[in-house]
């Protein structure tokens, strides 16, 4: 891996449950983020996947500072950020952009495009000397494939993937090392999508960024991630390299997310089979015990409600080495040939339905 240019180790953030109105007495917690670890090597991109609610954006928070975690570490060049505040801290801030999921509602319809691009730079005002801003803006415009003539529209002048283009702009203003991008096309045309991920993958050549990019498709994240971060219910249960991750994927709750991605060549479709997974995500204030992907895991024993799996490579896999050897939070983490759905076999045996809802 690239040299780390973020570490984050232990990262929680739960969010207090309260009852009555006087006192607020604390009685439980939304544990959106509960003990994340992943490194983010410069230049490279990281991809976090995983369901609806199951703590994406709240670890994307985190890293930009938007929120504080309730535990954990953020290392940036190796200084833990959550410790600091302050000049300090506005300079980090610098370093590391957000670009958000909505391009409709995160700009401000009344700004016009000039001054939300060049809204960074009142912020940071050392970043750019007041003289040269309308330059920059223009330059950024044109880098993120905008007409810099359109400096004085608004954002209801754009389509949907000029907007998000704008957002991107208004990221790189500052010129930051890190760009956390949070569901950046999910709110896009299927067509648009691509012309935004081509986009960034180009930014990332040219201007050596690390990425965070994070979706709840995979298919997405595949063309431009590096490492692939798999999510449930607050934890990483998976991480790898894209090939380790999309084509040996050996933990249940990938192998059910992959069967989910569609395949165009249908015999391919069919040796693969689809896993249906039965049952909602449990609530994130009250997490199953043990494994917590165990209530909709088809291959769930005893031992998963007793002890958490630990995510790091399983002795098995370890021992035989390849791309099956990763990081996998699993009791009896398998790759799909070994375990898995059967390749080949008619359609009901093919949809494992987890134990209970
Ligand atoms: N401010 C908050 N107070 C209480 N609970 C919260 C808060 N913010 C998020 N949550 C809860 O934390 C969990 C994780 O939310 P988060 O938005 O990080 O998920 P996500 O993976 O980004 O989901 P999506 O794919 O829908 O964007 C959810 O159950 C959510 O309801
Ligand atoms: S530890 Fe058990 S419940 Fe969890 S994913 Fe593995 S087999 Fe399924
Ligand atoms: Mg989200």
Known sequence: MAEPIVEVSGLVKHYPLTRGVVFGRQVGAVRAVDGVDFRLGRGETLGIVGESGCGKSTV???????????AGTIRYRGEDVTRLSGRALKAVRRNIQMVF?????SLNPRMTVGDIVGEPYDIHPEAAPRGDRRRRVRELLEVVGLNPEHVNRYPHQF???????????????LRPEVIVADEPVSALDVSVQAQVVNLMD????????????????LSIVRH????????????????????EIYDHPTHPYTQALLSAVPVPDPRARERRGR????????SPADVPSGCRFRTRCWKARERCAVEVPALAVPEGLRAAGGPAAHASACHFAQTV??????????APPQEHRGASA
């Open 101 to 105: 999921q909505d391009p409709y509602t």
């Open 337 to 346: 040939s070994a375990g898995g759905p059967a390749p080949g076999r008619a």
């Open 60 to 70: 994307a928070r985190m890293l930009v500072h938007l929120e504080r975690p309730t």
């Open 202 to 217: 180009r930014l990332q050549q040219e201007f050596g960024l690390a990425y965070v990019f994070i979706a709840h498709d």
């Open 275 to 282: 896993i249906i997974l039965s049952g909602d995500v449990p």
């Open 224 to 243: 431009l991630s590096d490492r692939v971060a798999v999510m449930y219910l607050g934890r990483i249960v998976e991480t790898g390299t894209d090939t």
């Open 159 to 173: 389509s949907g993937g000029q907007r998000q283009r704008i957002g991107i702009a208004r990221g790189l203003a």
